[in-house]
């Protein structure tokens, strides 16, 4: 099945430092989605991506989908401590019919020290 | 709104025993589903629904029962638990937009098996 590999596995930054982590897979998705989930809560959706080569921002945060559509990557500007968390990356291939598979990677732990 | 709402938040359960976990949605969304979430795997889809009365399985079934009788609720059943059932629990549900399912996150049940 598909496979998101999603690095760094975990970041220490100080605060007031960019952040950017990413996404790679050898399959090729439609859609690209990115969550955060703050400790002791589920994942909240970021920003989602359609287009190869889209380029979205919210806020201090920007991700785009890859060209060949097989990668994806999330910037932070500027961190402050409440961007703690893990980020997920995840994505949508197509699995026939009117049906989608959706896939997540392992989560991108940040620490963001003040 | 109150969006997905998950209880118990916290359970301690002994090993044999069954429980129910509850998931509820406000958003007459159609599409409903669980994951796991344990240390270092992300999170893996348990089971799924496409509507009232239609369920499917995901990545890791074995263990947990779901029905769908209601639009609006998703139970997840452990029929005898086992201390690999570990874990914190998330539901979801979501609407689809441009073909894709973006889903929303329940705030998670802890459950200890012991």
């Known amino acids: 099945g598909q496979q998101l590999n999603q690095s760094p596995q975990s970041m220490f930054i100080q605060e007031g430092e960019d952040v950017s982590m990413n996404c790679t897979s050898s399959?090729?998705?439609?859609?690209w989605l990115w969550y955060k989930q703050d400790p002791g809560e589920g994942p909240v959706l970021l920003i989602a991506?359609?287009?190869?080569?889209e380029l979205t921002s919210n806020g201090r945060l920007t991700a785009q989908f890859g060209i060949t559509r097989k990668d994806s990557f999330l910037n932070i500007s500027a961190s402050i401590p409440s961007d703690v968390g893990i980020y997920f990356c995840?994505?949508?291939?197509?699995?026939?019919?009117?049906?989608?598979?959706?896939?997540f990677g392992k989560g991108t732990l940040l620490t963001v020290n003040p | 709104n109150a969006g997905v709402t998950q209880t118990p938040k916290f359970q301690v359960l002994k090993t044999g025993q069954s429980m129910t976990l509850q998931c509820a949605q406000d958003?007459?969304?159609?599409?409903m589903s669980w994951y796991r979430q344990d240390p270092g795997m992300g999170l893996r889809l348990i089971h799924y629904?496409?509507?009232?009365?239609?369920?499917d399985q995901g990545e890791v079934p074995n263990g947990y029962n779901v029905s769908r009788s209601t639009t609006e609720d998703f139970p997840l059943r452990l029929l005898s638990a086992a201390p690999s059932q570990t874990s914190v629990y998330f539901c979801?549900?979501?609407?689809?937009?441009?073909?894709?399912?973006?889903?929303?996150f329940g705030a998670g049940s802890r459950l200890t098996v012991l």
């Open positions: 399959s090729i998705f439609n859609t």
């Open positions: 995840a994505g949508h291939t197509y699995s026939g019919g009117s049906n989608y598979k959706l896939t």
């Open positions: 979801a549900s979501s609407y689809s937009s441009n073909g894709a399912n973006v889903l929303t």
């Open positions: 629904s496409v509507g009232a009365g239609i369920t």
């Open positions: 991506l359609y287009k190869a080569g």
């Open positions: 958003m007459n969304h159609e599409y």
